[in-house]
C-alpha cells in the first residue's frame, strides 16, 4: 500500500492566488514526521516545511503552511500569494519514528509529486 | 558552506561498465542515504547508513553497492550498470537518527543514462 499519496500529478495557479497540493499517508506509528520539499526545474530538492505529529499547531514558513488533519492522515500544503518562481515539482514526503522498525530509521517515504504550474 | 556534494552530475554510460558516484558532506551528518528519482514514482530509498562502517538496504537495493569508510563520503556503486538504473540519483544526509524533525539535506542530483 503507499505510503505517501499526492492525488494531483499537475496544478495549475493564477499568480498572486492561493494553491493547495494534496498529500494523504498511511501508517500505524503514532510518532511521525511529514516533510514538504520543492524540485524546481533545475533538479535540486528544496526543503519546505516540517509538520510533528505530535504538533499541536499547524505549521508555517513564510507563505507556505501546512493543513495538518491528523484523523484524516492528511498533511496538505498550502501556498499563498503564488509566485512565478513557485513553478516546480512539490513532493510530500513522510518519516516514521523509531518505533516502526529498523528499516524506517531516518528513511523519507516520497509521494509522487505534483507538478505546479503558476500563470501569470 | 554547508553541503552535500555529489560527482559527476551527469553521466552516460554503456551497460555492464562498472561505474561510481561520489557523495560528500561536510556537516559531520552521521545518517545518510541514496535515493533514485523515476517518474510517478516520486524518491525511493536505495541504501542508507547510520553511520560509519553500518549501512543497510533501502526499498530498491538490487544492483547497488554502497560503502561507508569516512563519515563524510558515501560512494555508490553500480559493479554491473543495467538500462533500468538510468534515473536521477540523489544523496542526503541528516544530522543523526533518533530526532524525527533532523532536515535531510539533498546533495544536487546526478542524472545517470546506461545504454
Known amino acids: 500500500a503507499q505510503k505517501i499519496t499526492q492525488t494531483q500529478p499537475g496544478m495549475f495557479v493564477q499568480e498572486k492566488e492561493a494553491v493547495t497540493l494534496d498529500c494523504t499517508y498511511d501508517?500505524?506509528?503514532?510518532?511521525?514526521?511529514l516533510f514538504w520539499y520543492k524540485q524546481p526545474s533545475s533538479g535540486e530538492m528544496i526543503f519546505l516545511i516540517y509538520?510533528?505529529?505530535?504538533?499541536?499547531q499547524n505549521a508555517t514558513e513564510g507563505r507556505y503552511s501546512l493543513n495538518f488533519q491528523k484523523a484524516r492522515k492528511s498533511a496538505n500544503l498550502v501556498i499563498s500569494a503564488s509566485q512565478l518562481g513557485d513553478s516546480a515539482m512539490y513532493f510530500c514526503?513522510?518519516?516514521?519514528?523509531?518505533?516502526?522498525?529498523?528499516?524506517?530509521?531516518?528513511?523519507?517515504?516520497f509521494g509522487q509529486g505534483t507538478i505546479l504550474t503558476v500563470h501569470p | 558552506e554547508a553541503q552535500v556534494t555529489q560527482n559527476p552530475r551527469y553521466l552516460i554510460t554503456v551497460t555492464g561498465k562498472k561505474l561510481t558516484v561520489t557523495c560528500s558532506q561536510n556537516m559531520n551528518h552521521e545518517y545518510m542515504s541514496w535515493y533514485r528519482q523515476d517518474p510517478g514514482l516520486g524518491l525511493r530509498q536505495i541504501y542508507y547508513?547510520?553511520?560509519?562502517?553500518?549501512?543497510d538496504k533501502g526499498d530498491v537495493p538490487e544492483g547497488y553497492k554502497v560503502s561507508r569508510k569516512e563519515k563524510r563520503n558515501f560512494p555508490l556503486i553500480l559493479e554491473s550498470p543495467s538500462p533500468n538504473q538510468t534515473s536521477l540519483y540523489f544523496c542526503a544526509s541528516s544530522l543523526s537518527v533518533g530526532i524525527l524533525y533532523n532536515e535531510q539535506f539533498f546533495g544536487p542530483g546526478t542524472r545517470l543514462t546506461v545504454l
Open positions: 514526503a513522510m518519516r516514521e519514528g523509531l518505533g516502526a522498525g529498523g528499516t524506517s530509521y531516518g528513511k523519507l517515504t
Open positions: 501508517t500505524s506509528d503514532p510518532s511521525y514526521g
Open positions: 509538520q510533528g505529529s505530535y504538533d499541536q
Open positions: 547508513s547510520m553511520n560509519v562502517e553500518v549501512t
